[in-house]
Every structure is written in structure tokens, then in C-alpha cells.
């Protein structure tokens, strides 16, 4: 059974600094490209950070850029978002999204609160 579970996510003052993770089981993950997606309240869902199956080639939408990184480790099958710097209109629900040629799949989102 396909699996991505996010995790870290929370309430985080302006300024502040996350983690997010996605476990992925089910599949062979090494074989996917990873993305991170966010949706907030009321707006389309968007591409927030995508990395490559080998890790060697990333891509972040602007309004990110200099203060988030996604990084993955294939041993542990797992998809990371380091967040910094944070303001409060990165407030969402992020996803992490596991896709290749065949396939793609969800997870069920994290939700991120950025406010004082």
C-alpha cells in the first residue's frame, strides 16, 4: 500500500524556522521525483519545492527561494522542507507529492500556521 505521511508542521511566529517530513512506504522511492505543494485558505494549490529522483537537480517557486531547502534521503525514504524565515503568508496546508513517469501520489498534508 502507497504511503506519504507528513509531519512537522505547526504554529510558528514570524520569523520562525520548520521542518517538514514525508515518510513514503509502497513504492520505490528512489525512482520518484518529489515535490512539495501548499495550498491556502481560498487559493489554488502550488508548487513549492520539487527535487529530482537522484537529488541532483531542485527547483522553488519564487516566493520561496533563500528560505526553504528540500532535501531527501533515499535510504530512509523520506522528503524533507526545511522552512526559514518565515512569514505569515506561507500559512497552509502543504503536501508532499511523489510522482515519475507512471505514477504519482499524495499525501494527506500538513498544516502550517504562521502568526504571532
Known amino acids: 500500500q502507497v504511503r506519504l505521511v507528513e509531519s512537522g508542521g505547526g504554529l510558528v511566529q514570524p520569523g520562525g524556522s520548520l521542518r517538514l517530513s514525508c515518510a513514503a512506504s509502497?513504492?520505490?522511492?528512489?525512482?520518484?521525483?518529489m515535490n512539495w505543494y501548499r495550498q491556502a485558505p481560498g487559493k489554488e494549490r502550488e508548487l513549492v519545492a520539487a527535487?529530482?529522483?537522484?537529488?541532483?537537480?531542485?527547483h522553488y517557486a519564487d516566493s520561496v527561494k533563500g528560505r526553504f531547502t528540500i532535501s531527501r534521503d533515499n535510504a530512509k525514504n523520506t522528503v524533507y522542507l526545511q522552512m526559514n524565515s518565515l512569514k505569515s503568508e506561507d500559512t497552509a496546508v502543504y503536501y508532499c507529492?511523489?510522482?515519475?513517469?507512471?505514477?504519482?501520489?499524495w499525501g494527506q498534508g500538513t498544516q502550517v500556521t504562521v502568526s504571532s
Open positions: 507529492r511523489a510522482r515519475n513517469y507512471d505514477y504519482d501520489y
Open positions: 509502497g513504492f520505490t522511492f528512489s525512482n520518484y521525483a
Open positions: 527535487m529530482s529522483s537522484t537529488g541532483g537537480s531542485t
